[in-house]
């Protein structure tokens, strides 16, 4: 049994609980609610928990070791000619027995053993399955019964409900934690294996970025460079045109549409504005690519100016039409949520709209307005398509935003593109820079508090 049926087996029952909870409730106070501790709904609710989350309980944790169990048992009934191999040829034998019971291999020359493995694997899964759902069934079905039996008037059962709701809360907050500090640390273990082999100083400091090392020390090219200052260079570059593009527009769209649309005007541009937002990255990659550089390259040549065929200014220009939705959408928000006693203080003392929005209104929000501003600055810092489309792959140290450049976030996926073996700079190479990248995103983050604290005292 698939174990989304079973999901939809416990869901029933809970809902099956939860009417047979209430109804008990009901009989216990005999149809008076006055007398019950809580709604009658709570113990539904209560009962409801007792059946599904102990089964759940058990069924993740099934499904979390269900796999290696069954491995290592179908190991263990190998042949013992099979089983003395090493870890790494062992582990291809367990892949082509889970793709024989996929049905994904593709080798026409497949060994009885194996076959054997395979159906054994099979029949395993089909007892994992009977018992899990057994189990789970029985489990919901014990919990449900406990928990209608302890049901009665004094009980308090909206406590223990809001008790459920904060563990779960609790939980939710701490895989967060967990998730954040756990991508953190495996960046971090990578970018010091790659410490190790190249000086942080010359990784932060160099000027030429060239990762293509040799896999024989006798090629050419045997020691690669891993300057990074080139491609810092150019997330900036295009990232500081692309703010330059966004800001000003999002950031007027938002005032306009807040201050100035009528509501008539205002229910169709704002929906305009964030279709731009749903627009996939890689349509945004063509247009910079094939309308916007070429129209560039040409006013570039009119004007007697070298303009490579991917440059900066296409990526950033292209990436600041992307970005607008983030700064506009937000900052209305923002706006919108300033009280209008402030408005109509300002109003009172004399002063007109604009000077009101000005010296009131954008002051009021700019904690909230930074905050889009910086957001948007990070989707501008962690965009890549465009990138590759528009800018190309080149690591130039420039500041000119006609010359082609390239980012961090490019470089990360052409490090990681096909197979890779771990234990080379170029590939660790691509942790240094995820890690360079958190950082620059944990100061973004500070800076957005400060500011958020600073004028929040101000204005509230």
């Known amino acids: 049994m698939h174990t989304l049926t079973l999901v939809v087996i416990l869901f029933l029952l ?14 216990v106070s005999s149809g008076n609610v006055r007398d019950l501790n809580s709604l009658p709904g709570y113990y539904g609710i209560y ?12 069924l993740v944790i099934w499904q979390i070791f269900e796999s290696t169990i069954i491995t290592n048992m179908v190991i263990s009934a190998l042949p013992t000619e099979i089983t003395p191999l090493t870890t790494q040829k062992l582990g291809l034998i367990v892949n082509d027995i889970r793709n024989l019971v996929n049905g994904s291999i593709v080798s026409s020359n497949i060994s009885p053993e194996l076959e054997t493995a395979a159906s054994h694997y099979r029949e395993l899964q089909k007892i994992s399955e009977g018992a899990l759902f057994i189990v ?22 909206r406590n223990k409900i809001e008790n459920v709701i904060l563990i779960f809360l609790i939980i939710c907050s701490l895989i967060a934690i967990f998730t954040t500090l756990g991508i953190v640390l495996s960046v971090m273990f990578e970018a010091i294996r790659f410490f190790q082999v190249v000086p942080i100083t010359d990784f932060l400091f160099g000027v030429e970025w060239s990762p293509q090392t040799a896999i024989r020390f006798d090629q050419v090219g045997s020691s690669g460079a891993f300057g990074a200052i080139p491609l810092f260079t150019g ?3 295009i ?3 692309a703010m330059i593009i966004a800001v000003p527009i ?13 509501p008539r005007i205002r229910t169709l541009i704002k929906p305009l504005l964030e279709i731009l937002a749903g627009i996939p990255t890689v349509v945004y990659g063509f247009f910079a690519a094939l309308t916007v550089a070429p129209i560039i390259r040409g006013w570039g040549e009119s004007l007697g100016l070298d303009v490579a065929s991917e440059s900066a200014l296409a990526a950033g220009f292209v990436m600041g039409i992307m970005i607008i939705p983030f700064v506009s959408s937000l900052s209305d928000d923002v706006i919108n949520s300033v009280p209008q006693s402030l408005r109509d203080g300002a109003y009172g003392l004399g002063a007109t709209q604009s000077e009101a929005i000005r010296k009131v209104i954008i002051p009021a929000a700019l904690p909230g307005i930074v905050g889009a501003v910086l957001l948007a600055a990070s989707r501008a810092i ?19 935003p006609l010359e082609s450049v390239t980012t961090v976030t490019v470089q990360i996926v052409t490090l990681l593109v096909g197979d890779q073996e771990f234990d080379s700079p170029k590939t ?19 800076i957005a508090l400060y500011v958020t604290r600073r004028f929040r005292e101000q204005y509230d």
Do not use: D, K
């Open 239 to 241: 990232s500081a045109i």
């Open 136 to 157: 789970a069934i029985i489990l919901g079905l014990i919990g449900a019964a406990y928990a209608w039996l302890r049901i009665h008037q004094q009980q308090r059962t």
């Open 382 to 400: 962690g965009e890549t398509m465009i990138v590759v489309m528009a800018a190309g792959l080149a690591a130039n140290l420039t500041a000119n």
């Open 428 to 446: 660790l190479a691509a942790f240094a820079l995820g890690l360079v990248l958190f950082v620059i995103t944990l100061i973004l983050n500070m």
């Open 47 to 58: 009962t409801a928990l007792w059946c599904g989350i102990p089964a759940l309980v058990v």
């Open 235 to 237: 997330t900036m570059l």
């Open 14 to 27: 809970s809902a099956v609980s939860f009417y047979f909870g209430r109804r008990r409730a009901l009989v």
């Open 250 to 262: 999002g950031l007027m769209s938002a005032i306009y549409l807040a201050e100035y649309a009528s």
